[in-house]
């Protein structure tokens, strides 16, 4: 008579359940505690929801594939931490819708660049990044500088965000289209950018 084991190894299709069944009980145990714990689903001290205006840059940000170069998340490995600073936390993603972490990183990680230069800089960059790193290859975008937001939909991308636990009020979303209406797409996108890693230095 067959063992359970000579069974289940020449009978493709039991084999494949099982390998199944072993992955999806990895997985939750791996997945499910951390869907419990405190310290994933609470947001840093310090850590505010985005601006309008930042909003309407972190769009920008996506549509322009600027994720799919740079990423948003410092690993805690020695050689990250002294060329980008404290590596990132659960805490500071609790509002990313999706999360813009990334990988890849043909430039350099974005998660604590807010702050670090001006808006000047930032400008100048994104018109043409060879004016100030000389190295760079990444592309210009100075058509940021002459498309104007309207803030149409401001406000319903705030409604959303608000659904999925970023604490927007009434008024944050009231406002939202005058805050943004007028302004460049490049002064959204370096709003944007000066508020990454602001909350956690």
Known sequence: MKNVHEIVEKNAGLMAIFILIAISF???VQILPLMFQDQVMEPVDGLKPYTALQLEG???YIREGCVGCHS???RPFR???ERYGHYSV???SVWEH????GSKRTGPDLARVGGRYSDEWHRV???NPRNVVPESNMPGFPWL?????DGKLTAKKMAVFKKFGVPYTEEDMKNAKSEVEGKTEMQALIAYLQSLGTALK
């Open 26 to 28: 990895g997985a939750l």
């Open 58 to 60: 972190r769009d920008i």
């Open 72 to 74: 948003q998340m410092i």
């Open 79 to 81: 050689s990250e931490t």
């Open 90 to 92: 659960a805490g500071e």
């Open 98 to 101: 999706p999360f813009l972490w």
């Open 125 to 127: 960059h994104l018109i």
């Open 145 to 149: 500088s002459e498309n104007k937001l």
